[in-house]
């Protein structure tokens, strides 16, 4: 009789457990709205004193900080071209760039030097109702009212604090409105603290992921400077593109377009650029000692725009041989070996627990020139071949080859761009992965906007052959707003 109540109340323990881990996970609310949580990208303002009514903003700093070293920087400039004096230019450059980073960079452990900067505090949401919005206007493109819940961040500090921040958030917003299911939305470095959550407290009980222009495998520009990898030597061909596509096509083009032609062709930009690598190169190391290394070099939250084949080398130019550095870089290599290079397997493991993943990226605009290798595909910041998570990318301004086959052709549908220039096929999520031609980075308004709020909507996981209207590659008008696929 004993062992038959004892194994009556171990059972009746078991069911008691069970029940509590269901009531858990049961949303109290019954709207059958999603809530959604948002992400935004870099540049939240860093100010001092953010609590104050007087907060002054370092970064980006004060206008007239900058404003006041224009001249002086000039003439550094003009010195380099005249007598090719890289001293003075290197001092004028270390001048600007402590300018405009050196009150808001961090200690040598990644936490901020002036413990009173930071963003400026934000009320903790108390509009239960506003998830039952069905208007997303995740990149402030509307003026319509919108039902997602910003998180916001100081964009400098490790990916994991500012995920321990989210995590705080998103428990607010499940007890505000009753789900414990939620949808998560980011763009670009936002990318970066959404993935660090999922490493940290996992997927379960998340609706969709969806991903804009993210940041989360990092961009060229970021990787080239901090690793010293840059390049500019005989690149006026795709400086004359790159500042092509600046000008774009109105009056101030027109009248540029053959200046810069007739420059290109005398060889005039190919002199100047081969005078600024070389005082470039003379001055990197000192200028990354004495300012890259003390402000930029020691947030951690700009390591995260460090792609994998930078990395290394990248750490070895900023910190050398200084044992100061050592905390920081194990913060630094935490996030990069245990998040992003495991981003695949990260979201693999989002996916098998039902989360529905959506991932937009731009290309079509070509990034700046500046590095080792020739223009890439990019939103105009980073590069498509990084927010794709690996498609195959032709070099800006060209296609992939008259006689170019798809790389991957196991899931039995085509993955390369009517205009030939993406293999789509190579990304890690190929079948939840959309391609907009001349998106630029922040480009989310118009029609872009509403396939936004149709993927948010859709009843589960939507695939690029879900909906005519929105098929895996689209070309984006920057005028209308529009959007058509991307046809030969």
């Given at each position: 009789?004993?062992?038959?109540?004892?194994?009556?109340?171990?059972?009746?323990?078991?069911?008691?457990?069970?029940?509590?881990?269901?009531?858990?996970?049961?949303?109290?609310?019954?709207?059958?709205?999603?809530?959604?949580?948002?992400?935004?990208?870099f540049g939240e303002p860093i100010y001092m004193d953010p609590e104050s009514e007087n907060r002054t903003s370092v970064f980006p700093p004060e206008g007239n900080v900058i404003i006041d070293l224009i001249p002086e920087f000039i003439k550094a400039v003009v010195a380099l071209l005249i007598t090719h004096n890289h001293k003075n230019f290197g001092d004028a450059a270390i001048e600007v760039l402590n300018a405009m980073f050196s009150s808001a960079s961090c200690n040598f452990d990644g936490t901020p030097i002036y413990e009173n900067t930071g963003i400026k505090p934000k009320e903790l949401p108390t509009d239960s109702e506003r998830h039952m919005i069905t208007n997303y206007d995740l990149r402030g493109s509307s003026d319509e009212p919108s039902g997602e819940y910003t998180f916001y961040y100081d964009s400098r500090l490790d990916?994991?604090?500012?995920?321990?921040?989210?995590?705080?958030?998103?428990?607010?917003?499940?007890?505000?409105?009753?789900?414990?299911?939620?949808?998560?939305?980011?763009?670009?470095?936002?990318?970066?603290?959404?993935?660090?959550?999922?490493?940290?407290?996992?997927?379960?009980?998340?609706?969709?992921?969806i991903f804009l222009s993210p940041a989360y495998q990092g961009l060229s520009i970021m990787g080239g400077l901090?690793?010293?990898?840059?390049?500019?030597?005989?690149k006026s061909g795709e400086f004359g593109l790159f500042l092509k596509q600046i000008l774009g096509n109105g009056t101030p083009a027109k009248m540029l377009n053959p200046i810069i032609a007739l420059l290109i062709k005398t060889g005039t930009i190919d002199s100047l650029l081969n005078i600024a690598e070389t005082a470039l190169f003379d001055q990197l190391d000192r200028v990354t000692e004495n300012s890259i290394a003390p402000t930029l070099g020691t947030m951690p939250g700009i390591w995260s725009f460090v792609p994998s084949e930078y990395y290394e080398t990248a750490k070895e130019k900023v910190f050398g041989n200084d044992s100061r550095y050592e905390p920081l870089i194990e913060k630094l290599d935490n996030y990069h070996y245990n998040v992003k290079l495991r981003l695949t397997e990260i979201l693999s493991e989002a996916e098998d627990n039902g989360c529905s993943i959506i991932i937009t990226v731009g290309y079509g605009i070509g990034s700046a020139p500046i590095t080792k290798y020739p223009a890439m595909q990019s939103d105009g910041l980073?590069?498509?071949?990084?927010?794709?998570?690996?498609?195959?990318?032709?070099?800006?301004?060209?296609?992939?080859?008259?006689?170019?086959?798809?790389?991957?052709?196991?899931?039995?549908?085509?993955?390369?761009?009517?205009?030939?220039?993406?293999?789509?096929?190579?990304?890690?999520?190929?079948?939840?992965?959309?391609?907009?031609?001349?998106?630029?980075?922040?480009?989310?308004?118009?029609?872009?906007?509403?396939?936004?709020?149709?993927?948010?909507?859709?009843?589960?996981?939507?695939?690029?052959?879900?909906?005519?209207?929105?098929?895996?590659?689209?070309?984006?008008?920057?005028?209308?707003?529009?959007?058509?696929?991307?046809?030969?």
């Open positions: 009789m004993k062992r038959f109540i004892s194994i009556l109340l171990a059972l009746s323990i078991c069911f008691s457990c069970t029940a509590i881990g269901f009531a858990e996970t049961t949303d109290s609310c019954d709207c059958g709205i999603t809530p959604v949580i948002y992400i935004p990208g990916p994991f604090f500012n995920a321990e921040l989210l995590k705080e958030f998103v428990e607010h917003i499940k007890a505000l409105t009753g789900h414990e299911k939620l949808t998560f939305a980011c763009h670009s470095q936002g990318s970066s603290v959404l993935d660090t959550y999922l490493y940290l407290y996992g997927s379960k009980n998340i609706d969709k992921l901090l690793s010293h990898e840059l390049s500019l030597k005989e980073i590069e498509t071949k990084y927010t794709s998570i690996g498609a195959t990318c032709a070099d800006y301004s060209k296609d992939l080859g008259e006689n170019y086959n798809q790389a991957n052709t196991l899931c039995g549908h085509n993955h390369v761009s009517g205009d030939n220039v993406i293999d789509a096929s190579t990304c890690a999520f190929p079948e939840y992965t959309w391609f907009f031609k001349y998106q630029d980075h922040n480009s989310y308004s118009g029609d872009i906007h509403e396939f936004i709020n149709w993927a948010v909507l859709f009843d589960g996981q939507p695939t690029v052959n879900s909906n005519a209207e929105y098929p895996q590659f689209m070309q984006y008008n920057t005028e209308t707003k529009e959007i058509s696929a991307v046809l030969n």
